[in-house]
């Protein structure tokens, strides 16, 4: 039983150090998307336009379906352990 | 040998090292499966030493060198060498198998116990290495019955395992790379850019300095007698 305890502790540990950083990683690869794009149809401009421009879409990105479904990256540690338990022990 | 040649061959003997200790550790926990008989199950107190890591952890607060009662089951294989599984429950951080039905396996394997003479052939799942010096024995995982000996058993497990590391893997670089591009890099490039500042003003001063050094030694002249410039 402690063992199980112990075990839990350190998944909750190691996610809430690791989904912060998955998080972030998926908010800047979103903003560099956005910057590219805007490079690509208006090379060389900078401005109030551009930041208008990152802003809409990261309103859009913090919308989006991907950045909803980021936070089930922390499920998947608990799902493997209960898939990988269930078929060790119970077929 | 340069310095560069000796940083290139420590780098390799690093990568290399690496590598093979990966190696070593996935051939050690990935499942694997025999194709046995099952001669004889029984439990047997057995004294472990040194050789602790190679058995289940034992519960906080017991001894390292301990004396307790372990499952085993006996088993040949078609060429009639043998082989020896233990059957203990894993724990829940270090083989991630979670395993803790142990009492149950044992009753399996014990209802395909059969004799070389009249075999039921089994394929036992297990993880881990027979080393009779160290009295080290793999962890039997699942038995399962199988049609004959010459039953081709495919290693699903081991492919989807070691594809899920490679892609966790090349996430996390993948996650590096972002950073140092999209954050210690920029740092790096404003810093740059401050002392290429700091190089331009130098050049100015030192271009100033230059022609007063020019002209001062040009009046120097005049007393020397030079040609003036």
């Known amino acids: 039983m402690m063992q199980i305890i112990r075990f839990a502790v350190l998944i909750v540990a190691i996610m809430s150090l690791l989904y912060p950083v998955i998080a972030i990683f998926s908010r800047s690869l979103a903003l560099e998307a956005l910057e590219r794009k805007w490079e690509a149809s208006h090379p060389g401009v900078v401005g109030v336009e551009r930041d208008n421009f990152l802003a809409e879409g990261m309103a859009a990105y913090r919308k989006s379906l991907r950045r909803r479904i980021v936070p089930f990256a922390a499920l998947l540690p608990a799902v493997a352990v209960a898939a990988i338990a269930y078929l060790v022990n119970h077929t | ?229």
């Open chain 2, 1 to 229: 040998m340069t310095i560069l040649k000796f940083l290139k061959l420590l780098k390799w003997s690093l990568r290399i090292v690496a590598f093979l200790s990966v190696a070593v550790v996935l051939q050690y926990t990935l499942p694997s499966r025999d194709i046995v008989l099952v001669t004889d199950t029984y439990n047997r107190m057995t004294t472990i030493g040194d050789n602790a890591m190679f058995y289940a952890t034992p519960d906080v607060g017991s001894n390292d060198h301990e004396t307790r009662d372990i499952r085993f089951v006996e088993a040949a294989y078609p060429d009639g060498s043998v082989i020896v599984y233990r059957n203990e429950d894993t724990g829940w951080v270090w083989p991630p198998y979670f395993k803790y039905d142990s009492s149950n396996l044992q009753a399996e394997a014990s209802q395909l116990r059969s004799t070389p003479k009249d075999p039921t052939w089994v394929a036992i799942t297990h993880y881990g290495w027979r080393i009779p010096f160290f009295s080290i024995y793999p962890n039997a995982v699942a038995v399962t019955a199988i049609s004959g000996p010459d039953v081709k058993l495919f290693p699903w497990v081991n492919i989807v395992v070691i594809v899920m590391i490679a892609l966790a893997a090349l996430f996390l670089r993948a996650l590096w790379r972002q950073f140092l591009e999209r954050t210690i890099l920029p740092v790096f490039g404003q810093a740059r850019a401050q002392v290429e500042a700091i190089e331009a003003q130098g050049d100015a001063v030192a271009g100033v300095a230059r022609r007063r050094w020019s002209l001062f030694s040009g009046w120097l002249g005049t007393w020397r007698g030079k040609p003036r410039m």
